[in-house]
C-alpha cells in the first residue's frame, strides 16, 4: 500500500470521526428543544497544518525528488462552545419558576456541596422548604448581611421581584444569587442545563427576573436541520471517496497477484 493511499485512509478516517461527533452534538442540541435554560452548543473546527508533499519524477531518468507543494490532510475539531444568546421567556402560571433575562446564571448547589450553574429556573420546593432544581439542587440566595444560603420560602406564598428579591415572610428575605461570566470558555458543560466554572462575578444588576416564567431553549432547529443536511452530504462524498480508494486497492491486489 502507497503512502498517499495510507494518508487518504487517514483523512477520511479523521474525517468520519468529525462528522460523527458533529452529528452527536446536534442531535442533543435537537433533544433539548423544549428543555428550559438550555444553551445550544456548537462544534468549532479546523484545517489540520499543510504537509509538504513530493514524488520521485525529477532528472532524466525520473527517480529524482521533486517537491509538488503542501496539503492538508483534513479537518480536527478544535472546540465546544456555547451559544449564550437569551431563549424566549414562557408563562407558566407557577410561583416556583423563575425566568432570567440578560446577564448571568443562577447559582446551585448539590448536596456534596459542589457549585453549578443554570439557566433553568424551572424550580421547585422541597419537603424542607427550599427552592431547587429538577435535580435537587438548592438554589442559593445571598443573604442581606452577606453570605450565600439555600433560599428558603413558605411554598404557598413567597414572592421574587425582577430585582431578585425573595420576599418570603418578615423573617425570610434573601437575594437571588446570580453569577456572570466575561469569558464563557471559563464555562464548561457538565449536563443538559447546569455548568461548572470559574472567574464567575456574583450580580446584583445586568439581568433582570420574572417569577411564574421560564426561559426556554435557544436551539433554533432551522439551524439543526440545515446542518444536519450538510453534514449528511458530507458524509456521502466521504463514502465515495472510501468506495474508490477501496476499489483502487482491490485493483493493486488484483495486479500483483498475477506478477
Sequence with gaps: MTTQMIRGIDTLSRSFNVLSEKQKNLASNAANVTTPGYRAQKLVTSAMEEVD?????????????????????????????????????????????????????????????????????????????????????????????????????????????????????????????????????????VGDTLYQGEN???????????????EQSNVDMVDVMSDMMQISREFEANQKMLRTTDETLRRATQEIGRV
Design 53 to 189: 508533499v513530493h514524488n520521485y519524477t525529477n532528472g532524466p531518468e525520473l527517480n529524482l525528488r521533486r517537491e509538488t507543494g503542501q496539503i492538508v490532510f483534513g479537518n480536527q475539531l478544535d472546540e465546544a462552545y456555547l451559544n449564550l444568546e437569551s431563549g424566549a421567556i414562557q408563562g407558566t402560571n407557577s410561583q416556583t419558576d423563575v425566568a432570567l433575562s440578560g446577564d448571568g446564571f443562577f447559582t446551585v448547589q448539590s448536596p456534596a456541596g459542589e457549585t453549578f450553574y443554570t439557566r433553568n429556573g424551572n424550580f421547585s420546593v422541597n419537603d424542607q422548604n427550599e427552592l431547587v432544581t429538577q435535580e435537587g439542587y438548592n438554589v442559593l440566595g445571598i443573604l442581606p448581611g452577606g453570605g450565600t444560603a439555600p433560599i428558603t420560602v413558605d411554598s404557598t406564598n413567597f414572592t421574587i421581584d425582577q430585582n431578585g428579591f425573595v420576599q418570603s415572610g418578615q423573617d425570610a428575605q434573601q437575594f437571588l444569587y446570580i453569577t456572570s461570566f466575561e469569558n464563557q470558555a471559563d464555562l464548561t458543560h
Design 200 to 214: 464567575g462575578t456574583p450580580v446584583g444588576t445586568g439581568f433582570s427576573a420574572r417569577q411564574g416564567y421560564v
